[in-house]
């Protein structure tokens, strides 16, 4: 299993950035993907997660109306477009893939096994 984020980069406050997530050495399509953001000297949390079809989505409150979780399971990637940006926001982006195939799950780190290796996003004026 690998996962490819990019797509970070400096923004200003207000601005936009959307994150790439490329996967591969699974089955796509059968599983639930999300991205996770850990910020300086805190905890790494939950940002969005988007089940094996695309149907359902979930965000934490605070990305909740500002960021879009997506997939398209013909390029095995999933994505993240992020908008109305603000110094909150920075952090490393990780996304990351369900333990279990077919499952709807919980936002709880400990669910998803398999992690790429981040890509940093910085809004700064």
């Known amino acids: 299993v690998q996962l490819q984020a990019s797509g970070g980069g400096v923004v200003q406050p207000g601005g936009s950035l959307r994150l790439f997530c490329a996967a591969s050495?699974?089955?796509?399509?059968?599983?639930?993907m999300a991205w996770f953001r850990q910020a300086p000297g805190k905890d790494r949390e939950f940002v969005a997660t988007?089940?094996?079809?695309?149907?359902?989505?979930r965000y934490a409150d605070s990305v909740k109306g500002r960021f879009i979780i997506s997939r398209d399971n013909a390029k095995n990637m999933v994505f993240l477009q992020m908008d109305i940006l603000n110094h909150e926001d920075t952090a490393v982006y990780y996304c990351?893939?369900?333990?279990?195939?077919?499952?709807?799950?919980?936002?709880?780190?400990?669910?998803?096994?398999?992690w790429g290796q981040g890509t940093q996003v910085t809004v700064s004026s």
């Open positions: 988007i089940t094996w079809g695309g149907d359902t989505t």
């Open positions: 990351a893939r369900d333990s279990r195939s077919f499952s709807m799950g919980t936002t709880f780190e400990r669910e998803f096994k398999y």
């Open positions: 050495g699974f089955t796509f399509s059968n599983y639930r």
